[in-house]
């Protein structure tokens, strides 16, 4: 295959950026996409030009590392797939790609497709922990956990914070994300302790960030490589609101 | 978001099937417009209700316009560089519509007012008998109104479609059957809700309302 790439390329975080082409040629279908990127790169180094940047790490799906923006599309065209397991074999010969990276205030780009994603870590900061006992591991039966909300909070633990969410969200909002890491500890008994404050303080963490609000659109669910659902927004609006009843500090309530 | 949209909706439920009353003659219509004014009396004296609602639906739409304009600011702000290359959102065309939609109805409700309301812009423009209004302004010769009103009401269903569930949505949804359930009340309400108003303009243009 023969293509085209329209790639952003940025020197670092104060270069306005411009889309760039670039023809590379002999591209085997079998190839992942970030394969095709390394070919790319190989030869703009030995060149002498400056490789393209991208963040990667497994390159198996599951780290959350890989990200840019296919096309319009986050993670590309295929569903449910991180950018490192699309296969060359869905895009056609002679076709012209765009590749940029996830476009947000909240995650500035460090250089061409590669941006900080550390106000992930601050909304993590801000909530997504419970409180454990240390020392030995309890026994495993002692809690029992319904089937039903162990299989949900899984659902949202299988999030790997890639940041495809806020990239394809039409508002730049990072709900998902955090509706996901809510979901996934409140709705299993060792995050109950912490349950109002930390859907208070995650989203409260979500604002200051300068991520957008969420209009309920669901443009993140369709490009999400877990396929996190659209209802732990729910979950994660309804924790908000009785968090936001609850008289803190008042026992018994 | 939500809490206001949904006291505007109750308000257009009510509206919508006090419009209907008009297929029962011009007699039942103007006594129930003339009891719009009346309601709560002798304990509030006359059209004090009125005032209430009006001032209560008014602060709900200033809020809801507030919330939609705090929301579209910090969605612009969220994202100070544009994509080169950006699909139009797939998931809806209800939800893609929905800021646009909202202003499109809002200057529908100005032009509404002045026409139904205030009588400014209707060929009778007389308060006191509201059945020839909407007769004369839906004459089949001003079909230009009649086009107006079924734009802005077709807008309005598409914003209710995405807003209704959205509304649920961030009133706490959260199951997948729910959210299913949640989707087909929006659209079915929705359409009712149209088909409720554009029945009368065209009950009028065929000839059955005079």
């Not at chain 1, 599951?62 to 990200?67: N, Q, S």
């Not at chain 1, 026994?139 to 394809?168: N, P, T």
């Not at chain 2, 001032?55 to 809020?63: E, K, N, S």
Request: glycine share 10%; net charge positive; with cysteine.
């Amino acid at each position: 295959m023969n293509l085209t790439l329209r790639i952003w390329r940025q020197t670092g975080p104060d270069d306005p950026g411009r889309m760039v082409s670039y023809q590379v040629p002999d591209v085997s279908p079998d190839m992942s996409f970030l394969e095709m990127l390394d070919v790319l790169n190989d030869r703009l180094t030995l060149d002498g030009e400056d490789p393209v940047a991208f963040d990667h790490d497994c390159r198996e799906g599951i780290c959350g590392a890989c990200g840019m923006v296919i096309n319009g599309v986050a993670h590309g065209p295929e569903r449910a797939t991180t950018a490192c397991q699309l296969h060359m074999r869905h895009f056609r010969d002679g076709q012209t790609i765009d590749i940029e990276p996830w476009r947000a205030k909240a995650f500035p780009v460090i250089k061409d497709l590669v941006v900080d994603r550390s106000a992930f870590d601050r909304i993590i900061a801000a909530g997504g922990y419970v409180t454990a006992p240390t020392g030995a591991a309890p026994e495993a039966h002692a809690q029992l956990v319904r089937k039903s909300d162990a299989d949900a909070a899984f659902e949202s633990a299988a999030c790997i914070g890639c940041g495809a969410c806020v990239a394809a969200c039409p508002n730049g909002s990072a709900m998902l994300f955090t509706a996901a890491k809510v979901s996934h500890l409140s709705l299993l008994p060792q995050g109950q302790p912490e349950r109002t404050t930390r859907v208070v303080g995650m989203v409260d963490a979500h604002d200051e960030a300068g991520f957008g609000g969420c209009t309920n659109i669901g443009e993140c669910t369709a490009v999400c490589p877990k396929g996190i659902p659209l209802t732990s927004i729910g979950r994660l609006n309804r924790d908000y609101l009785r968090a936001t009843r609850e008289r803190d500090g008042v026992p018994g309530t | 978001m939500a809490v206001t949209g949904i006291l505007l909706v109750l308000f257009l439920i009510a509206h919508m099937l006090g419009n209907l009353k008009i297929f029962f003659g011009p007699a039942s219509f103007d006594h129930y417009a003339h009891w719009l004014r009346t309601i709560g009396s002798p304990v509030l004296p006359d059209t004090w209700y009125l005032w209430i609602q009006r001032a209560v639906l008014g602060t709900a739409l200033v809020a809801h316009i507030w919330s939609a304009t705090v929301l579209a600011r910090r969605a612009r702000v969220a994202r100070p560089v544009r994509y080169a290359h950006r699909p139009k959102v797939h998931g809806s065309y209800a939800a893609r519509t929905m800021r646009w939609g909202g202003v499109i109805i809002a200057l529908f409700v100005v032009y509404h007012l002045l026409d139904l309301t205030t009588g400014d812009l209707n060929p009778v423009g007389d308060p006191r008998r509201p059945y020839a209004n909407v007769a004369a302004g839906f004459a089949p010769e001003r079909w230009y109104v009649t086009l107006v009103y079924t734009v802005a009401i077709v807008t309005l269903g598409f914003h209710l479609r995405h807003g209704m569930f959205s509304a649920f949505r961030s009133l706490g949804q959260q199951t997948p059957r729910g959210e299913a359930r949640a989707r087909a009340a929006a659209l079915g309400f929705s359409v009712a809700l149209c088909a409720g108003f554009l029945v009368v303009p065209f009950a009028v243009i065929a000839g059955l309302v005079r």
